[in-house]
Nanobody, 116 residues
Framework: QVQLVESGGGLVQAGGSLRLSCTAS????????MGWFRQAPGKERELVAT???????NYADSVRGRFTISSDGVKNTVYLQMNSLLPEDTAVYYC??????????WGQGTQVTVSS
């Protein structure tokens, strides 16, 4: 079955950068859409960024201009380059991917902590 595994999370100082990666396994089909959500303690999960196989992107207002989403369709991998990180970016970041044939799937999450 399809599994999504995230990596690249960690602890950084405000103003620093991190690059998250997420790779889907269990299928060779290219995902139609991949993206990132995040959830901080006591808050609802929110959209961070999405990317379709056609190249369309969507960003949350809070990260636009600081984060960049990209992907390798052949590898079914999505990346999130996070620059100028803020303490407010601290959250568990979840990868998700959607295939027309397989539906929507989620990763287990990776912790990003930004210190001030």
């Amino acid at each position: 079955q399809v599994q999504l595994v995230e990596s690249g999370g960690g602890l950084v100082q405000a103003g620093g950068s991190l690059r998250l990666s997420c790779t889907a396994s269990g299928t060779i089909l290219r995902a139609n859409r991949m993206g990132w959500f995040r959830q901080a303690p006591g808050k609802e999960r929110e959209l961070v960024a999405t990317l379709t196989s056609g190249g369309s992107t969507n960003y949350a207002d809070s990260v636009r201009g600081r984060f960049t989403i990209s992907s390798d369709g052949v590898k079914n991998t999505v990346y999130l380059q996070m620059n100028s990180l803020l303490p407010e970016d601290t959250a568990v970041y979840y990868c998700d991917a959607t295939w027309a044939a397989l539906g929507r799937h989620w990763g287990q999450g990776t912790q990003v902590t930004v210190s001030s």
